[in-house]
């Protein structure tokens, strides 16, 4: 499998380019942000892109696509960096606002902790359909 090398390039436009290094071409611009990019980083698999920007916002984007696919918020100033941990399961960002945050970004512990929190509604609503009771049997602790 034939890996493509890639790099982004961030912009006080609002967007984010993303090359394709062998070729020397433009792959995609994504646009999102209502702030200037400040910080861009790949995750380990290079997969997901995540931006931070002075709206406050942290935006992950899926690199094959060109897509956005989450936004996250709790900044209460402009995020002057970003940064996956090694595992990809955990982005840390750091703002003017004077805090880092980590952010879980591990699917199936979040999976796992939606369940803990709707599995009794999901047995116990009636107006749930009996094949949506069972979504989260042998996820959680609800079993």
């Given at each position: 499998?034939?890996?493509?090398?890639?790099?982004?390039?961030?912009?006080k436009?609002?967007t984010?380019?993303?090359?394709?290094?062998?070729?020397?071409?433009?792959?995609?611009?994504?646009?999102?942000?209502?702030?200037?990019?400040?910080?861009?980083?790949?995750?380990?698999?290079?997969?997901?892109?995540?931006?931070?920007?002075?709206?406050?916002?942290?935006?992950?984007?899926?690199?094959?696509?060109?897509?956005?696919?989450?936004?996250?918020?709790?900044?209460?100033?402009?995020?002057?960096s970003?940064?996956?941990?090694?595992?990809?399961?955990?982005?840390?960002?750091?703002?003017?606002?004077?805090?880092?945050?980590?952010?879980?970004?591990?699917?199936?512990?979040?999976?796992?902790?939606?369940?803990?929190?709707v599995?009794?509604?999901?047995?116990?609503?009636?107006?749930?359909?009996k094949?949506?009771?069972?979504?989260?049997?042998?996820?959680?602790?609800?079993?």
């Amino acid at each position: 499998m034939k890996v493509t090398l890639r790099i982004a390039t961030w912009y006080k436009d609002k967007t984010i380019k993303l090359w394709n290094v062998e070729r020397a071409e433009e792959i995609s611009t994504l646009q999102s942000h209502k702030g200037w990019v400040s910080s861009v980083s790949f995750s380990p698999d290079g997969k997901i892109l995540a931006s931070a920007s002075d709206d406050k916002i942290i935006k992950l984007w899926n690199v094959e696509r060109g897509e956005e696919i989450l936004t996250l918020q709790g900044h209460e100033d402009w995020i002057s960096s970003d940064s996956f941990s090694p595992d990809g399961k955990t982005l840390a960002s750091a703002s003017e606002d004077q805090t880092i945050k980590l952010w879980n970004l591990d699917l199936d512990f979040l999976i796992e902790r939606s369940c803990d929190h709707v599995g009794n509604y999901l047995q116990h609503n009636p107006n749930v359909k009996k094949t949506d009771k069972k979504l989260c049997d042998g996820i959680g602790t609800q079993n």
